[in-house]
C-alpha cells in the first residue's frame, strides 16, 4: 500500500468503528506489510496493527503491544470493566469463526486479559495476497473488528466537533468527547445478523443504492435507558438489526416493545 492508499484505509476505518489511527508500511520483517496505531499513542507506547502475506495465499494480521506500552496495559487493566471485555470477546468470537486466531501463540481461551506480552496473530486465507482489493477485504473483514475489541479494553473516546447556533445567530463550534460505541456496536451486530431488519425484513440493499442502503440500525433488546446497572450483554441475543421505522416503533412504548411484540403489531 503506498501512502495515499493507508490514508484511504485510515479513513475507511474512522467511518466504520469511529476511531482515529495513523499508519505506514511496515517492513520490520522479511515480508513488507503495512502497521496501524491509534492516533493518541506511538508506535512505541500503545497497541501496533499490522497486516502482511504469509505463505503463498494468507495474510496475517497481528497485534503487537510496543516496548513501552506498560503504562497502556497498566490502563487497560485499571480502567476496563466486565461490560467492555463482554464485548471484546464477542469480537474475537466472530473472529474466530472466519479466520485462525492465536493469543500468545496458543488458540483462544474464554476471558483471557490483556498482560506484558499479550500478542494476536490471525491468519486468513485470499486468493491474491498482493492486490490492494484483498489487502482492503482482510482489514475490513479480520483487522477492523480486532481494533474494535482493543477500542473497547482501552476506553477509546472519540473527539466530536459540533457546530451549534444560539438565539442570536452566532454559530460556535463546541469539541466534546464521547464513547464512540454505537458503531462498534453496529460492526458486531450486523457481522452476526446481516443487514435485514429482525421486525420486518426489510433490506435496505434491494430498495436503495449508495450511502442510503446503510440505514439499518442496531437496537439493544433491552434498552441501554431502561439498565440502571453496567450489563454485560451477548451480541447474539441483546442486540437486533432493525430498519428505521421499526427501531422508532419499538421506542413508543416504554419499556419498549421486544421484537417479537413488534413484529405481532404488524400488519398482513
Same mark, same amino acid.
Not at 57 to 64: D, P, Q, Y
Not at 254 to 268: N, R, S, T, V
Given at each position: 500500500?503506498? #501512502? /495515499?492508499?493507508?490514508? #484511504? ?5 474512522? #467511518? ?8 505506514? #508500511?511496515? *517492513? /520490520?520483517? $522479511? ?11 506511538? @508506535? ?7 497486516? @502482511? ?13 510496543? &516496548? ?14 466486565? =461490560? ?11 473472529? $474466530?469463526?472466519?479466520?485462525? !486466531? ?11 486479559? *490483556? ?5 494476536? =496473530? ?15 477485504s482482510s482489514i475490513k473483514e479480520v483487522m477492523v473488528p480486532l481494533i474494535a475489541a482493543l477500542s473497547e479494553v482501552i476506553g477509546y473516546e472519540d473527539v466530536v466537533e459540533s457546530i451549534v447556533g444560539d438565539e442570536e445567530g452566532e454559530v460556535a463550534l463546541i469539541l466534546t468527547r464521547k464513547? +464512540? @460505541? ?12 446481516? +443487514?435485514? %431488519?429482525? !421486525?420486518?425484513?426489510? $433490506? ?33 441475543? =441483546?442486540?437486533?438489526?432493525? %430498519? ?8 413508543? @412504548?416504554? &419499556?419498549?416493545?421486544? &421484537?417479537? +411484540?413488534?413484529?405481532?403489531?404488524? *400488519?398482513?
Open positions: 500500500m503506498n #501512502e /495515499s492508499q493507508i490514508l #484511504e484505509t485510515i479513513k475507511v476505518i474512522k #467511518e466504520a468503528i469511529g476511531v482515529e489511527l495513523k499508519g505506514c #508500511e511496515d *517492513i /520490520s520483517e $522479511d515480508r513488507k506489510g503495512v502497521m496501524f496505531w491509534f492516533s493518541n499513542y506511538t @508506535r512505541g507506547n500503545g497497541p501496533v496493527f499490522s497486516i @502482511r502475506p504469509s505463505g503463498i495465499k494468507r495474510h496475517v494480521i497481528s497485534l503487537k503491544f510496543g &516496548p513501552y506500552a506498560g503504562a497502556c496495559i497498566e490502563h487497560i487493566n485499571q480502567n476496563s470493566t466486565e =461490560d467492555s471485555y463482554a464485548l471484546a470477546y464477542s469480537f474475537f468470537k466472530f473472529l $474466530d469463526e472466519i479466520c485462525d !486466531v492465536k493469543i500468545n501463540e496458543h488458540p483462544p481461551i474464554d476471558n483471557w486479559k *490483556i498482560q506484558k506480552g499479550f500478542n494476536v =496473530d490471525l491468519t486468513i486465507k485470499v486468493t491474491n495476497q498482493k492486490s490492494i482489493e484483498a489487502i482492503n464513547r +464512540e @460505541r454505537s458503531k462498534r456496536n453496529r460492526l458486531l451486530c450486523l457481522s452476526i445478523h446481516g +443487514e435485514t %431488519c429482525g !421486525v420486518c425484513g426489510l $433490506d435496505p440493499k434491494l430498495n436503495y443504492t449508495g450511502s442510503t442502503a446503510s440505514i439499518i440500525e442496531v437496537h439493544h433488546i433491552e434498552p441501554l435507558s431502561e439498565v440502571d446497572k453496567v450489563k454485560a450483554y451477548n451480541p447474539n441475543t =441483546d442486540l437486533i438489526p432493525l %430498519c428505521p421505522n421499526c427501531h422508532r416503533a419499538i421506542h413508543t @412504548r416504554k &419499556p419498549a416493545y421486544k &421484537p417479537q +411484540e413488534l413484529k405481532a403489531l404488524l *400488519i398482513a
